[in-house]
């Protein structure tokens, strides 16, 4: 077969392969990969099921992110991952799978206020407890729409001091906590001098500087290597991460790689708009994009 023939039959067998095919298989980073690609229970649709492990997998995700159940008015999340039986369903199904539970996800804190709350900072430890009992390093803890420094700065004394208490508890557990903020990268560092743990870090999300209409990559070069846990690494819904303009997602690599960060980038939107429910083809679509870029 002439080269021009064969490269052209090769690439038409490729293009033919199933998505799975691509990020699960031939794109699998080593263990030891520099940087991981996960999703989120939550967005793929599996909040607190099982099932969202297979299909982080058939996604070809590495790792996923779960969610530690919604809050409302009970006392703590509604978490099924308190029960010894299910915690080790999951951490057999994860094994099973090669894949890793990246991170424990707080999100019903996005409608919920972290400063007012009552009992908060139990809520907090309930899930350090739960990263204890999975072995899982990191959590994340979103201030959301009313923890806002920025509309609300007169609700920081009272998020400095729960964030301190819990900072203590993760130090203690040797877990980190991951916050989201309103704030721009200057503010965070500021934020977490106040704090003053080595527990509480950035959890940081590409959406929040690109909607704020600010350098994503130079918020990154602030904040710096050690404050930064892991990363939300996708835009608004809309398009897919390989057609997002305003996202140079080769420039952020370098950016990354300049800094000497490592870790997990974990997929949280950019859905195609037309098709915001469809699971494995936004999410396919952007951990195979992702891992073309970070561990190619």
């Known amino acids: 077969m002439k080269r021009r023939n064969f490269l ?7 293009v033919a392969l199933p998505l799975s095919s691509w990020a699960g298989g031939m794109l699998a980073p080593a263990k030891n990969s520099r940087y991981k690609i996960a999703v989120i229970d939550l967005m793929i649709l599996k909040r607190q099921k099982i099932s969202a492990l ?14 530690m159940g919604g809050l409302g008015d009970r006392p703590t999340f509604d978490n099924k991952l308190a029960d010894p039986a299910v915690r080790q369903q999951y951490l ?19 409608a919920q206020s972290f400063a007012k709350r009552e009992g908060a900072e139990k809520m907090v ?3 350090i407890e739960t990263m204890k009992q999975m ?40 877990v980190v906590i991951g916050i989201e903020t309103a704030l721009d990268a200057r503010g965070e560092v ?3 001098k106040e704090i003053g743990s080595k ?5 940081f999300n590409f959406s929040n500087p690109l909607e704020a209409g600010r350098d994503l990559c130079e918020e990154l070069r602030i904040l710096g290597r050690d404050r930064i846990c892991q990363i939300h690494c996708t835009d608004k819904d809309g398009v897919w991460l390989q057609n997002n303009s305003r996202l140079n997602m080769k420039k952020v690599k370098g950016t990354l790689d300049k800094m000497g960060w490592k870790g997990w980038l974990v997929i949280e939107r950019s859905r195609d708009a037309s098709k915001p429910r469809d699971v494995r083809g936004n999410f396919g679509a952007n951990t195979a994009f992702m891992k073309t870029v970070f561990q190619s």
């Not at 052209?8 to 490729?14: F, H, R, Y």
């Not at 057999?92 to 707080?106: P, T, V």
């Open 125 to 127: 430890s309930d899930c």
């Open 92 to 110: 057999d199904k994860a094994k099973e799978l090669n894949l890793e539970i990246c991170s424990l996800a707080m999100t019903g804190f996005y």
């Open 135 to 174: 072995g899982i390093k990191v959590a994340f803890l979103p201030l959301g729409i009313q923890g806002d420094l920025v509309k609300n700065p007169e609700l920081r004394p009272a998020v400095v001091e729960r964030l301190k208490t819990v900072g203590k508890i993760a130090e203690k557990a040797g």
């Open 190 to 192: 500021e934020l977490l």
């Open 54 to 67: 297979p299909l982080a997998n058939e996604i070809g995700a590495d790792g996923l992110e779960v969610d």
């Open 8 to 14: 052209t039959t090769c690439a038409a067998g490729m």
């Open 199 to 203: 527990s509480i870090q950035i959890y």
